[in-house]
Nanobody, 125 residues
Framework: QVQLVESGGGLVQAGGSLRLSCAASGLTFSTYAMGWFRQAPGKEREFVASISKGGGSTYIADSVKGRFTISRDNAKNTVYLQMNSLKPEDTAIYYC??????????????????WGQGTQVTVSS
C-alpha cells in the first residue's frame, strides 16, 4: 500500500533551520505532485508548499516565502522541505501529501490522494 513517511521534525530555536523529508513507497512517485501542509493547535490545516511531478515548478505559501523551499528527488522517491529562519509561528505538525493532479492544484486547495502521518516542528522563542 501507499506510504508517505515524514522525518526531520524536532525542536529548534527561532532563527534556526530544519529539513523535513518525506519518503514515499507503493506509488509511482514521479507521477504525483507533492506537497507540504501544516496544522497548528486550534487551527485549520494550511498549505505550505508544493512541487510539480517533474520538479520544475514550485509553489510556496506567502507566509513562508523566502524562508522555505521545496524540492524532490524522483530517484529516491523523496520530497524535502528546507525551512530556514524559523519563527515560533511555524510551530505545527507538518504533513506530506501526494496528489495526482498537479502542484498548483494542491496549492489551490485541491484534495491530495495520500497523506503522511505528520512530523512535529516546534520553534522556541
Amino acid at each position: 500500500q501507499v506510504q508517505l513517511v515524514e522525518s526531520g521534525g524536532g525542536l529548534v530555536q527561532a532563527g534556526g533551520s530544519l529539513r523535513l523529508s518525506c519518503a514515499a513507497s507503493g506509488l509511482t512517485f514521479s507521477t504525483y505532485a507533492m506537497g507540504w501542509f501544516r496544522q497548528a493547535p486550534g487551527k485549520e490545516r494550511e498549505f505550505v508548499a508544493s512541487i510539480s511531478k517533474g520538479g520544475g515548478s514550485t509553489y510556496i505559501a506567502d507566509s513562508v516565502k523566502g524562508r522555505f523551499t521545496i524540492s524532490r528527488d524522483n530517484a529516491k522517491n523523496t520530497v524535502y522541505l528546507q525551512m530556514n529562519s524559523l519563527k515560533p509561528e511555524d510551530t505545527a505538525i507538518y504533513y506530506c501529501a501526494a496528489g495526482s493532479i498537479s502542484g498548483s492544484y494542491l496549492r489551490n486547495g485541491g484534495s491530495a490522494d495520500y497523506w503522511g502521518q505528520g512530523t512535529q516542528v516546534t520553534v522556541s522563542s
